[in-house]
Every structure is written in C-alpha cells, then in structure tokens.
C-alpha cells in the first residue's frame, strides 16, 4: 500500500508525542493507537501503517543481539539483561 506524504506526516507526529525524554513510552503508544482507531480520521491504516513501522524501528534499534562462539556462564548471560539506569 502507498502511504500519503499526509499520513507519514502525522505517523511521525503521533511517534514523537509517544516519546518521554527521547524514549517511546509504552502506555503512551497503546493510548494513541485507541484513539486513532476511535477517532477514524481520513487515512487512519496508512497512519498506524506507517506509526508502526517507525514503532518497529525505533525498537530494533534500541535492541542488542549478542553472540558468542562459546558458552557463557549464566551470571554473564545476566548481565547484558539488566536493566542499567543512567
């Protein structure tokens, strides 16, 4: 489907109003996807279409995949999985 330069234009606005201190906000997403979907405006799909796909993005690059040749012990498999607040 081809999306509207309208509809990534208020995907990406609907994206940066999910953002709190430049990190999407879960609750924030599902809230603004209830009522995109309550309000239907003009080219809503092509809206949540492209929402998603930044959503998606945003989450792939803020994610880490780490490999090893060997086996890891399980306090070092830990490490990587805590959360680490700055």
């Keep these: ?45 092509a809206i949540l279409s492209h929402f998603q796909r930044l959503v998606k993005l ?3 690059r803020r994610t880490a995949r780490v490999e090893n040749a060997v086996q890891t012990s399980p306090a070092l498999q830990a490490l990587p999985q805590a959360p680490q607040f700055v």
């Design 1 to 45: 489907m081809k999306i509207s330069k309208q509809a990534r234009r208020d995907g990406k606005a609907l994206f940066n109003t999910c953002k709190v201190g430049g990190v999407l906000d879960e609750n924030r997403v599902r809230q603004t996807v209830s009522a995109v979907i309550a309000q239907k405006p003009r080219g809503y799909v």
């Design 58 to 60: 945003d989450i792939e």
